[in-house]
């Protein structure tokens, strides 16, 4: 046998882990470049600042349930179902241009696109404070909705852009942290700022919009700054570092392909069935996130706790569900496993909405534990299930289309919960409560039927790798190729 006939190509050889690199070392190194340590400064050039912008957008969403117990529904004469369709309305604008909003970022840069999504958002939760109806709420609301919608899929794509797919996860995770940690740092923050109540005339929860919104524009200026584009032309690389993350790249993904926008590619994503399996996922989880993260102070309020302890014990639940995103990010990338973790994030969730649903209604503090059950499944399921499909869908156009799609369909699901918390089934919220435990273990089944179909097609294509089929010329250019494997 010749020695052509023993080198094959690295992409030839994929993992059984997903990632298409045999080793660590199978791509160029001769400047013998510390691959860990060029990890860690990636990571600290460009997760703090991901992460603080979806920490903002996360509390310019999601502030609305801290306004509402300091007063907003009062002093706005909305009624409870009114209240609800400001929520709604939120979720439908989100829905409709999250997919636009991402064609926009591959058509732009985005160091560009991000910072004045976040400028936009930023003045339009500072505008929330002044509403003095509810038609003008309402509006607003629709265009926070409108300009937030881009940066959570627009992110996704955009490590995928720097990161090989087995690493995406743990990034995605992290910067999905910063949910919860809006959650845990709003609940302070409205409990500090409800104290302005009187200060310029303004009721306390005006300040609470007027003041979060101010702090995002302030942010958004600096990110024109401090958010770079891709690895071919951010300033703090050097020309060795460029070269060698650009092999890692290319030996594991299309990250370093060229390859121009098409409308094809959207189709091919539309046309996949994995990607609106991805996008079900998502589904199943964002009804209970999102009904979660709104309705939290209203739900621990009519527990029996005054307005400001109410915010303040949305703390705990958020800082367990940060700590244990984290921590399930880190055990998911070393066992190279998706599934598994969805499942058992998901399971511990369902065990918080029972204990919510039998807590008896003398025992607040039995159903306050329930709260960081569900928050604590809920948070890890969802970093997951939201990064899934950046490591398995090839082809810039058809990944970025896919990660908006999953967002898209998934937010869907908010749409509905924002629905479910009616005025008339407090307390107890078994609606609300009951929609949330179908979710989730609707969510269990679906991440089943992923693990099962994705390591099926890995079969597939191992007995058609064995079969000497070689795939495509050069680098995989797209998921049906023979080389490409999926992440279980």
Not at 38 to 62: E, G, N
Request: glycine residues 8%; hydrophobic residues 45%.
């Amino acid at each position: 046998m010749s020695t052509l006939q023993n080198e094959k190509p690295v992409v030839d050889s994929p993992r059984k882990d997903g990632s298409d690199v045999e080793s660590d070392d199978a791509f160029a190194n001769p400047t013998g470049i510390n691959e860990k340590k060029l990890l860690r400064k990636l990571d600290l050039k460009l997760l703090p600042p991901l992460t603080l912008l979806y920490l903002l957008s996360f509390l310019d969403r999601s502030n609305i349930g801290n306004a509402r117990i300091e007063g907003l529904a009062t002093d706005l004469h909305i009624t409870g179902n009114q209240y609800l369709f400001t929520l709604t309305i939120y979720f439908i604008a989100y829905v409709i241009f999250e997919i636009p909003a991402n064609i926009v970022l591959k058509r732009t840069t985005p160091k560009f696109w991000l910072p004045t999504l976040m400028l936009a958002w930023g003045i339009v939760a500072t505008l929330l404070g002044v509403c003095t109806n509810l038609a003008g709420f309402i509006v607003a609301r629709m265009f926070l909705g409108i300009t937030e919608s881009g940066l959570f899929p627009g992110v996704v794509f955009y490590l995928s852009m720097w990161y090989k797919r087995n690493e995406t996860h743990y990034r995605v995770a992290l910067f999905f942290s910063a949910a919860s940690l809006a959650g845990a740092f709003g609940g302070i923050l409205a409990y500090g700022i409800s104290f302005m109540r009187g200060v310029g005339g303004y009721a306390g929860w005006r300040w609470i919009f007027i003041l979060e919104g101010l702090l995002t524009i302030v942010i958004a200026f600096g990110a024109y700054f401090f958010i770079h584009n891709y690895p071919a032309t951010a300033p703090f690389l050097t020309e060795p570092e460029r070269a060698f993350i650009n092999a890692r790249l290319k030996a594991d993904s299309d990250a370093t392909n060229d390859e121009e926008f098409a409308w094809s590619n959207v189709n091919a994503a539309l046309k996949d069935y994995k990607c609106w399996l991805y996008g079900l996922g998502f589904h199943t989880m964002s009804l209970p996130l999102y009904t979660l993260s709104l309705f939290l102070p209203t739900i621990i309020k009519n527990l029996g706790y005054k307005a400001a302890e109410a915010q303040l014990l949305t703390v705990p639940p958020y800082a367990v569900a940060t700590a244990l995103t984290v921590i399930v990010a880190i055990f998911s990338e070393r066992l190279k496993r998706r599934a598994p973790f969805v499942i058992a994030s998901s399971g511990l969730a369902v065990i918080g909405y029972i204990i919510l649903l039998t807590a008896p209604i003398h025992r607040p503090g039995v159903a306050y534990t329930g709260t960081i059950f569900a928050a604590a499944g809920i948070y890890p399921s969802t970093a997951i299930v939201l990064s899934w499909p950046a490591a398995n869908v090839s082809g810039q156009s058809k990944r970025a289309t896919a990660t908006a799609m999953t967002i898209t369909i998934g937010n869907l699901g908010a749409v509905l919960g924002t629905q479910l918390y009616r005025p008339n089934t407090s307390p107890r919220w078994f609606l609300g409560h009951g929609f949330a435990l179908g979710y989730l273990v609707a969510n269990i089944g679906v991440a089943s039927v992923l693990w099962i179909l994705l390591n099926k097609e890995n079969r597939v294509k191992e007995q058609r790798r064995a079969n000497v089929e070689l795939g495509g010329e050069g680098t995989v250019k797209s998921d049906e190729d023979v080389r490409f494997i999926f992440q279980t």
